[in-house]
């Protein structure tokens, strides 16, 4: 069955109410936070393939996301990057779509149509945007999620997760009309981000995943706290200390970032209306946290 450019796989299941969980790779997926989550979801739940596009090389360009072969029962198979949808059902609902989506290089807005499609056509009662960005912040410290919840609320409350709507302003991805899409049909949309140290840059930070599945299982009953892989993520950033301690600068770098992230934090939990208390900070480190800034801008939108 064809819903836009996507291949839905038959007999097409009826799903009740259903969650959307969408990441977009390589935008905000940094530390593979997103993929990682929802891969964990999936399992979790028992996911099966919904469908892919028919054509993705409509869309990507595939000298930016290449192509892998491998050898398969003596054959050599070649695996295109697609786009590709789950779905979970649970007993009592609501029912689970994961949407594992790349950028698009080209025919963004056909791209974007498509997939709001089959929002529409599954009648998904709420959509949620997973993903992570590098950002000022220590290692050391609980890592920071900002994200926004509309009038979903939480069933508890988890520390360092803020609330917010970006007031960014400028260059950004061609994914943000599924957001505009969403709210035009009256969705539910959510959103979560966290916040990564830009020094580590690890290629899988289970720390992060930790951190999304937290958050989650703060909004969603069905989730379980304990689906998180916090020791995994532990030990990661436990060897991120043994190759810090090398490194004079980074570790003086990584307390003043302490001592800004603690400022903040003490700021907020007084709710104080003042400005946050003033920091001292080198040279050094305030053009790093400028600069760093600056890059990090764009990605930091909803």
């Not at 689970?96 to 529409?120: A, R, W």
């Not at 007031?167 to 969705?187: C, F, H, K, W």
């Amino acid at each position: 069955m064809r819903i836009g450019a996507f291949e839905i796989h038959e007999p097409v299941p009826e799903l009740k109410e259903p969650h959307v969980f969408a990441m977009v790779r390589p935008w905000v997926d940094v530390g593979s936070v997103g993929t990682l989550t929802l891969n964990r979801l999936e399992r979790y739940l028992g996911s099966k393939e919904l469908g892919r596009l028919v054509r993705p090389g409509n869309f990507f360009d595939f000298t930016r996301y290449r192509p892998t072969i491998r050898t398969v029962k003596d054959k050599r198979e070649v695996k295109i990057p697609n786009s590709i949808i789950r779905y979970a059902q649970t007993e009592n609902g609501p029912d689970y779509m994961f949407f594992h989506l790349l950028e698009p290089h080209s025919n963004g807005e056909d791209y974007t149509d498509s997939i709001m499609e089959v929002v529409k056509h599954f009648n998904v009662k709420r959509y949620c945007r997973l993903g992570a960005m590098y950002d000022a912040v220590p290692h050391t410290r609980p890592l920071l999620v900002t994200g926004s919840l509309g009038d979903v609320p939480q069933i508890r409350s988890v520390p360092n997760f803020r609330v917010r709507r970006s007031n960014y302003q400028g260059p950004t991805t061609i994914m943000n009309l599924l957001s505009e899409g969403v709210e035009g049909a009256d969705i539910e949309s959510i959103n979560f981000m966290v916040h990564l140290p830009q020094y580590a840059q690890l290629e899988e930070d289970y720390a992060g995943t930790s951190r999304m599945i937290e958050v989650l299982s703060s909004v969603y009953e069905n989730i379980p706290a304990d689906l998180a892989p916090v020791r995994r993520g532990q030990r990661q950033y436990r060897e991120l200390n043994a190759t810090i301690e090398r490194n004079t600068e980074l570790k003086e770098l990584i307390k003043q970032m302490e001592a800004y992230y603690d400022a903040q934090l003490d700021a907020e939990e007084t709710k104080s209306e003042q400005e946050a208390p003033s920091l001292s900070l080198s040279p050094e480190i305030e053009k790093f946290l400028s600069e760093l800034g600056e890059r990090l801008e764009s990605d930091d939108e909803e």
